[in-house]
């Protein structure tokens, strides 16, 4: 959930690191630090705040030095100031410590530690890290051997960079639960916890796994187990653009990534959905074909945004495909010793790949026998990874901390899966042509819709002072009016609910009164009408009424004070154009409120801890 970036080469790192810091940021935003080598010493500036103020400490220095490393912060273990923001020193001051995870001894440990003399200086987890390499760079004199033993007192979870002034041309790199990425340049290596990091200087690079170690120098890399074996190094190349991890004009990540969409759909089904044909390839899932359609249950799970997604996919997987399917939250499935089985597929749906309780969820399964299988968007995740096959998203990049294109593409991606399973299970060709057809028009009306984004800002000044929201839906636009609920909330800090619109009258209906926004999900399907019956409910309790409705619904103008139009779909694909007012709703309400968007306050892009 931090963001680590660290540089060895001929070139003066600061500006390096700090560019990279500022497009690690969305991952952790409440403190951030950086340690250069200069002059035979570590020197190291730390502050709560944003990056931007970091910079500010260092304007003007410490040009001349080459290796040195940063790390923008979300605090677990002390309160997001100076002293707790990273790097974390030893007590000679000689030795630096970036961390991402969490240590879950390093209270046993600290004791241990200031019993035999150490000093600490911050609340943190992490500092016992450095001051546990100092002990045993005393007796080893060897700085990766020194990291090396140190990791074997820690139980938790890390992604860590070392350096020190008595071994100043090396970073020592190490990895478990918490992604790093070595990448290679002409002279220079640069390591980081995202890609997005050091694409601008290198697009070579290896990903880490659990149980590495990588003393990374100018011109080599040398990448070991914690037995000091040294294993083959994997070197992938990245092939997003810069491009992909910029504003390109736009005010916020968030909106350019709500605008991607019409693309990023149309990516998710490119070379994979041969509309006429009715056929669907999905090469990742390929060798797990007989498993999937010999599934007795399929299991969906993820956190957040994608557990709506996977919400949508039940309704996706039991109608179009007649498989019995169910959801669950990733964080419960884990502790609950689930009753999975080798009959069981288990679908694991994450935006980042790295989601810690997704990840301990997909090995609990994997664990139990069942057949785990990806839909992520980041290429080259652990859950990617470890997974036994899976389908890419092909999102790209998303930045913005609020999921938005990535859910949109999680459906399509679920709708495939879907229309294969259908057409493997014997659905007539005929039928599945239709269907595919409906998918594959779908990039063009989210693309219809976004050409109203201005009717929705309108709207969205009107509601900006609402102290709290409604979403109702029904069917499989339930979890819609659950996603509204939570992009409001996360970025505008408004309190919102999301409610199956039936279940309204059991106890939410109590709220409803003049000053209540109730946003409905009401597309013309089979429900229409019981949907209908339950926004009239709160229009007799003067609740004020946002419907999202079909382009063709003049009944609804009646009703409703605002309507956002959507074109219409099959009922099934609906989601993936309803969410859209919704994401706009949310992102002009927080605008207007003066919120910041991109990185709305206490949250990080990947939660990689517990
Ligand atoms: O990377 P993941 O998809 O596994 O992340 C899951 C959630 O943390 C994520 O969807 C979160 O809810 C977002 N902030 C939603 O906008």
Request: charged share 25%.
């Amino acid at each position: 959930m931090c963001g680590i970036v660290g540089y060895v080469g001929k070139r003066s790192c600061l500006p390096i690191i700090l560019e990279g810091l500022r497009r690690l940021e969305y991952r952790g935003y409440d403190s951030a630090g950086i340690t250069i080598l200069e002059d035979g010493r570590l020197e190291t500036r730390k502050k709560a705040g944003k990056v931007a103020d970091l910079e500010n400490i260092w304007k003007s220095t410490g040009g001349s030095a080459t290796i040195g490393m940063g790390h923008t912060r979300w605090a677990t273990h002390g309160e997001p100031n100076d002293r707790n923001a990273h790097p974390h020193h030893d007590c000679s001051g000689s030795i630096a410590v970036v961390h991402n995870g969490v240590i879950e001894n390093y209270r046993a440990l600290k004791i241990k530690l200031e019993k035999s003399g150490h000093l600490f200086s911050s609340e943190t987890d992490t500092e016992v890290i450095a001051h546990l390499i100092e002990e045993f760079y005393e007796k080893t004199t060897d700085l990766a051997q020194a990291v090396r033993l140190t990791l074997r007192q820690l139980d938790g979870t890390y992604g860590i960079v070392v350096m020190s002034a008595r071994d100043p041309e090396k970073l020592v790199a190490a990895r478990k639960g918490s992604p790093l990425v070595v990448g290679y340049g002409e002279g220079e290596s640069i390591v980081a916890s995202d890609a997005s990091a050091l694409v601008e200087h290198t697009r070579d690079v290896t990903y880490l796994l659990d149980g590495q170690l990588a003393v990374v120098e100018r011109a080599t890399v040398t990448v070991k187990n914690l037995e000091d074996v040294e294993v083959e190094k994997a070197v992938e190349h990245i092939t997003f653009d810069l491009e992909q991890i910029e504003k390109s004009g736009y005010e916020h990540f968030m909106l350019k990534e709500i605008h991607e969409q019409p693309e990023t759909i149309r990516n998710a089904m490119r070379g994979r959905l041969l509309a006429a044909d009715g056929e669907v390839k999905l090469g990742g899932l390929q060798d797990v074909m007989e498993k999937l359609v010999a599934a007795k249950r399929i299991i969906l799970v993820g956190c957040g945004t994608s557990w709506h997604a996977g919400l949508v996919g039940e309704y996706m997987l039991e109608q179009i495909a007649k498989v019995p399917a169910e959801v669950e939250y990733a964080s419960e499935f884990r502790y609950r010793n689930p009753l999975v089985s080798k009959d069981d597929v288990v679908f694991l749906i994450s935006q980042s790949g790295e989601t810690a309780d997704t990840l301990a969820a997909l090995r609990e399964a994997k664990g139990k026998g069942a057949t785990v299988l990806g839909i992520v968007n980041v290429v080259g995740s652990t859950i990617a990874r470890e997974s036994d096959g899976g389908v890419y998203v092909h999102a790209g990049p998303e930045i913005g901390v609020a999921s938005t294109k990535a859910f949109t593409s999680q459906l399509t991606v679920l709708a495939l899966i879907s229309l294969m399973l259908a057409r493997a299970k014997g659905m007539a060709k005929r039928d599945i042509v239709a269907l595919a057809k409906e998918l594959d028009a779908v990039p063009g009306k989210v693309k219809k819709i976004l050409e109203d984004a201005k009717v929705v800002a309108d709207i969205a000044r009107e509601f900006k002072d609402a102290r709290h929201f409604l979403y109702l839906g029904r069917g499989a636009n339930f979890p819609v009016a659950l996603e509204g609920a939570l992009k409001l909330k996360e970025i505008s800090y408004i309190h919102a609910e999301g409610y199956p619109a039936a279940e309204m009258k059991h106890g939410p209906i109590a709220l409803i009164d003049e000053h209540m926004p109730v946003v409905f999900v009401a597309p013309k399907d089979a429900i229409y009408e019981k949907v209908i019956s339950n926004l009239q409910e709160v229009k007799a309790r003067r609740g004020r009424i946002i419907a999202v409705a079909n382009d063709d619904d003049m009944e609804i103008q009646a009703m409703a004070e605002f309507v956002l139009r959507v074109p219409r779909t099959y009922g099934f694909f609906g989601p993936i154009l309803n969410v859209i007012p919704l994401q706009l709703l949310s992102y002009y309400i927080a605008v207007a409120r003066g919120t910041n968007v991109d990185q709305p306050r206490n949250l990080a892009k990947s939660v990689t801890v517990e």
